[in-house]
């Protein structure tokens, strides 16, 4: 069974925390408990593979900004959350995923760009979509418009990321013989 | 060793102590609760904390234990050694299985759901100890083979007390336990909220108004609250509701002054309502003590104020600087910085709601400002000067492991994970041509601090350390002299056991500061699980329950941090705050000068330093590895050469005894896929790695002794004896995070346990798949 490490990642107030709770545990379940070792692992099948996901969300920790790098170093693929109502949490993401780059020190890391909060009304839309596709395409990464509160595209945003990890993972060959050394 | 079993003693003792006050508060009602000040408060928090260890007694238990002496010795225990996170573990496997017919709470079997227009009732039957009619509490049944007829018609429940042995003596002498109904809300209107507060048990009314002063913020504001319980005490017909609403305002005046503060909005609202009633009997007292309390807290103010004068005079005569200063000095200094913090934190602000809004909290946002003021001051040590040599800056990370260190020693697990995060903010953490010149002993003791705050498994390192100290005097100390030595190195440095004992005779107390990050986290994600309104918009109480539980461990540590003995250094302070905080980017910039990015073709590097390592791995597993020490290719004459990004963990950190390891542990008949962590310290045994496994894996009532522990490797199984040490019979050659060991049952024992054993499996199982599958 492979392992997962996702870190999602946004300004405050965007709904990640939402997100995550709801691809983690799905249905409303009266004894939530976020403390417990595995509150936020969990498995989902992707192309017909088993696969362990473990999320780590800064929700409520993203004044503590020197953490971020801790956060960007263990994590393999990364959700981007904005708010599709809140245009400044849009505008923040590009020094994010710069500094993702920066920490990860490569060009490309497997990346989900997330517009949330997709339910409100068209009144309160303030971030496009086309607006969200065009930053999706400058960053080379998939685009999602999605909603935790009526459960759109919230697993999509997970299994796009693992796709996008096992196809960054190219098999590499094996030393082709091994050989005892004498020292 | 000594030492510390008398300070449990100690602990013990004053927990008892504590416990003892409780009773008599219990039977005194409100009287005498609220003439000591904001105890109160306190008191109601231990009751949280209590009712839960009781409630994991129950639940190993299995039948609910009577014996009010077990659960008093129980709840001296969760005084000592909370035991928030074990009872956890318990509701959340419970919770994973079909809506209980009968939940077991603190002695209390769940009944039933009350529900009327505007509120909803959860409905438990409690067990008490006997007492005479007189009792205020409504009895329903009581008795042991006698069944008195109960006088809450309608209700009769079975008695399942355990038998007085003096039974034949009289009727009363066997009358041992009684069952009380109560009722507990559950959702409400504001007005049926407050009006909770007014509960015939005693236990639930303190704590009912502890959540509810504690959370009420997130449902309505101060006036609100205000008008209606004025509203209620006007309206109420009998005694008892009218003194619970007095002690309700008693109460939250004590613990919460900050509600009425001059120019808030519940400072007029009681000047206008409260405060005109000097003339009615009954609200004369109150007005009166209102009346004092704000006399009291303007004169605190003005204390206040001339202090922040006299500290704030510009001081500039010592010069200090990094190096100059002694590491005990600065971490102490650290340390009186964030009590002073975490001291006038205000717990309520940290509720998700109220924090996600970033409005109104100003005591955790003047904590997360000093969190990020020492990470930053790290990374701009390290980076600024720019006439130092690698060297000399190799000597400023020595120097911030070292005050790491005595943070660590000082338990201020806050400015911990500031250095911390600061040595790991990217800008520093690339610098391996200086991270390699930093001692090997002393980057072990950094990869031990590190994995305090490993994310991993939703942060359980760090949640079991502040579980297992969070109350208790002095760090965790290892059994062995050999583990011991390591252990006071790790906080103190070399040299430092003569210090170390001698700060345990004269028995400094020492508090704890946690990190407020995951607390806050875990309140965020309370608060976005878990609905404000259910029943059509009636405020959701049992979720203001669920915060209250984590704002009451908050508020026990606050006590704690009480406990510590510092003194400010005025000039530190001026040196500290003078210090630069660099701007992310141009950090890096100064990081690309110390060491400029070798490999200008990006994406290959971090890839080829892994594969080039482990031949046996491959690339997913190497680049799940936790990185903890930057890796470099040139660092192999370095310690820990080839598996530098492991060695937080790893097998490189082992030549140099770390104190823990983080395990994988399954259960054959769960499959293979589901595991949980557990710590393996150094001084662990066999039987004591499987009992830690069962309770993990949730088959608690399984005897260690029917189970044999075996490490599952990829071509091969190890089998621990018996009475192994299993930190050092590990096979660690794989890769840290994939050491996965097995608890199977013995051979022998198959026969007699196998039904309860593949009982209990798949009903966990089950009911793991059917919250996951969602």
């Known amino acids: ?56 969300d800064t929700a409520g920790t993203e004044q503590f900004t020197s953490m971020r790098d801790l956060y960007m170093k263990n994590g393999q693929g990364f959700v981007l959350v904005y708010s599709i109502a809140a245009q400044s949490t849009f505008n923040d993401l590009e020094d994010v995923r710069d500094q993702i780059l920066r920490v990860k020190d490569k060009d490309r890391v497997p990346m989900v760009l997330v517009g949330n909060k997709c339910d409100v009304d068209d009144s309160e839309r303030l971030v496009g979509k086309d607006q969200g596709a065009n930053l999706a395409q400058k960053f080379g990464c998939t685009f999602l418009e999605s909603s935790a509160k009526a459960r759109i595209n919230v697993s999509e945003i997970f299994c796009d990321l ?5 196809k960054e993972v190219v098999p590499v060959p094996k030393p082709k013989k091994r050989k005892c050394t004498i020292l | 060793m000594l030492v510390s079993l008398a300070q449990q003693q100690i602990l013990y003792l004053q927990a008892e102590a504590e416990e003892s006050r409780l009773k008599v508060y219990g039977k005194n009602a409100a009287d005498q609760r609220y003439e000591s000040n904001a105890k109160s408060y306190d008191d109601a928090d231990a009751k949280n904390t209590t009712k839960k260890s009781s409630q994991e007694k129950d639940a190993s238990g299995n039948t609910s234990s009577p ?4 659960s008093r010795n129980c709840c001296a225990h969760a005084k000592c050694f909370p035991l928030f996170r074990r009872a956890k573990y318990y509701r959340k496997e419970k919770s994973k299985q079909p809506p209980p017919m009968l939940m077991k709470k603190d002695n209390c079997r769940f009944w039933g759901e009350e529900k009327d227009k505007d509120s909803v009732w959860g409905v438990f039957l409690k067990k008490v100890r006997y007492q005479r009619p007189s009792a205020i509490v409504q009895i329903v049944q009581a008795g042991g083979n006698h069944n008195i007829p109960g006088n809450a018609a309608g209700e009769t429940e079975k008695q399942n007390g355990s038998e007085s042995p003096d039974e034949s003596q009289g009727e009363i002498a066997h009358l041992m336990w009684e069952t009380v109904r109560i009722k507990v809300l559950r959702a409400g209107t504001l007005e049926k909220v407050v009006e909770a507060v007014a509960n015939d048990d005693t236990d639930v009314q303190a704590t009912h108004l502890s959540v509810f002063l504690a959370t009420y913020r997130t449902f309505a504001t101060a006036p609100q609250v205000l008008s209606e319980i004025l509203s209620i005490y006007k309206k109420a017909t009998t005694d008892m509701v009218r003194k619970s609403m007095l002690d309700a305002l008693h109460v939250w005046l004590d613990t919460f002054p900050e509600d009425f503060e001059q120019g808030s909005e519940g400072y007029d609202c009681l000047h206008k309502t409260v405060l005109p009633f000097t003339q009615e009997e009954n609200l004369k007292s109150l007005s009166l003590k209102v009346q004092y309390k704000l006399r009291a807290r303007k004169k605190m103010k003005k204390a206040a104020s001339v202090h922040s004068l006299r500290t704030s005079s510009p001081l500039q005569i010592k010069t200090y600087c990094l190096m100059s200063i002694p590491e005990s000095h600065f971490a102490r200094q650290l340390t009186y910085f964030d009590k002073e913090l975490f001291l006038n934190l205000r717990v309520w602000e940290c509720l998700g709601q109220l924090w996600k809004r970033r409005c109104g909290c100003p005591t955790v946002q003047a904590t997360v400002e000093q969190f990020n003021a020492l990470s930053g001051r790290v990374v701009a040590t390290v980076l600024l000067d720019q006439s130092a040599t690698i060297q000399m800056r190799a000597k400023y990370l020595d120097k911030w492991i070292r005050i790491a260190q005595e943070l660590r020693q000082l338990k201020n697990f806050s400015s911990l994970k500031a250095i911390i995060s600061g040595l790991e903010s990217n800008p520093v953490f690339r610098l391996s041509k200086v991270w390699n010149l930093v001692s090997k002993d002393r980057i072990a003791i950094y990869s031990q601090l590190s994995q305090i705050f490993s994310e991993e498994n939703n942060r359980m390192a760090q949640r079991t350390l502040l579980e297992m100290e969070g109350t208790a005097k002095f760090p965790t100390q290892s059994k ?18 003569s210090r170390l004992a001698a700060a345990a005779e004269n028995d400094t107390p020492n508090g704890t500061i946690p990190y407020l990050g995951t607390f806050l986290t ?7 699980a878990i609905p404000d309104r259910v029943h059509e918009n009636l405020i959701n109480f049992e979720k203001r329950r669920k915060e209250f539980e984590i704002l009451a461990q908050l508020k026990l540590l606050q006590g704690s941090a009480k406990g510590y003995r510092l003194d400010e250094d005025p000039y530190f302070t001026t040196w ?3 210090l630069v905080v660099l701007d992310d980017k141009v950090a890096y910039e100064l990081s690309l000068a110390i060491q400029p990015d070798r490999n200008p073709v990006k994406g290959h590097r971090k890839n080829d330093s892994f594969t080039s390592n482990s031949s046996s791995e491959n690339t997913e597993q190497a680049l799940q590895r936790k990185g903890s020490i930057p890796s470099s290719n040139e660092s192999s004459i370095m310690y820990s050469p080839t598996t530098g990004n492991s060695t937080a963990n790893g097998s490189g950190v082992l030549s140099v005894n770390p104190e823990f390891i983080v395990v994988k542990v399954s259960s054959p008949s769960k499959g293979d896929v ?18 830690s496994a069962l309770e993990k894996l949730g088959m608690e009532e399984e005897d260690p002794k029917n189970f044999k522990l075996v490490q599952v490797l990829p071509h091969k199984e190890l089998k621990f004896p018996p009475n192994a040490n299993v930190f050092y019979a590990l096979d660690t050659s794989v890769h840290p995070t994939d050491i996965r060991l097995e608890v199977r049952p013995n051979a022998a024992s198959i026969h007699n346990n196998n039904n309860t054993i593949s009982h209990t499996h798949s009903k966990n199982s089950v009911s793991k798949l059917s919250t996951r599958s969602s």
Not at chain 2, 67 to 70: K, N, V
């Open chain 1, 1 to 56: 069974m492979k392992e997962y490490k996702i870190v999602v990642l946004g300004s405050g107030g965007v709904g990640k925390s939402a997100l995550t709770v709801q691809f983690v545990q799905g249905v409303f379940v009266e004894a939530y408990d976020p403390t417990i070792e595995d509150s936020y692992r969990k498995q989902i099948e992707v192309d017909g593979e088993q696969c362990t996901l473990e999320v780590l």
């Open chain 1, 162 to 166: 693992v796709q996008q990890i096992n």
């Open chain 2, 67 to 70: 014996d009010s002496e077990l």
């Open chain 2, 480 to 497: 062995s002299p050999k583990d011991r030595r390591f252990f006071t190195r790790v906080l103190r440095g070399p040299g430092a056991a």
């Open chain 2, 522 to 528: 875990d309140l965020t994600f309370i608060d976005s």
């Open chain 2, 576 to 578: 500290f705050n003078s």
């Open chain 2, 674 to 691: 589901m595991y949980k962590s557990i710590m393996v310290g150094n001084s662990d045994h066999t039987p004591k790695v499987i009992a």
